[in-house]
């Protein structure tokens, strides 16, 4: 069968099918997150220096305290661990002050979490969790860069 694909005609071969690639999975990032010492001072700080204020805030019964920020489109959350986090998600998560993690929404979580999983990459122990926009889990630091990931399938 012939068929004219821009301007040129193209003979279909057959039985030599392209694998088909899976859909991506990420759909758009949500925030990145900054890890802060004193979420308080942090806040005051942006405020003075960025003039932009919180957005709203969250807390978490695990330890985490957070405070949104939106600016120009892009959300920033400052991120202060207040709990037992490394005790109860491991070392991924402890405490490294500056950039953490870069978020994605995803569609289904569940579904995202068994392609990265098969894909070769790990998921943090003691996730998914409820987090602050919907359900969440965090990702082993990607090979290549060391970036953190979070997926989040947004309620």
Known sequence: MTRIVRGRARVARRGRRRPRRPPPLLREVLHAGIVVEDLEAAVDRWTRLFGVRAAGRWQSDVGVKVAFFDVGGTRIELVEYTGPIVERFGPVLARREGVHHLCFRVEDLA?????????????????????????????????????????????
């Open 111 to 155: 579904s995202a979490l068994k392609a990265v999983v098969a894909r070769g990459l790990g998921v943090v122990p003691g996730f998914p969790v409820d987090g602050a926009h919907g359900r969440i889990a965090f990702l082993e630091p990607e090979p290549a860069t060391g970036l953190i990931v979070e997926l989040c399938e947004v309620r």
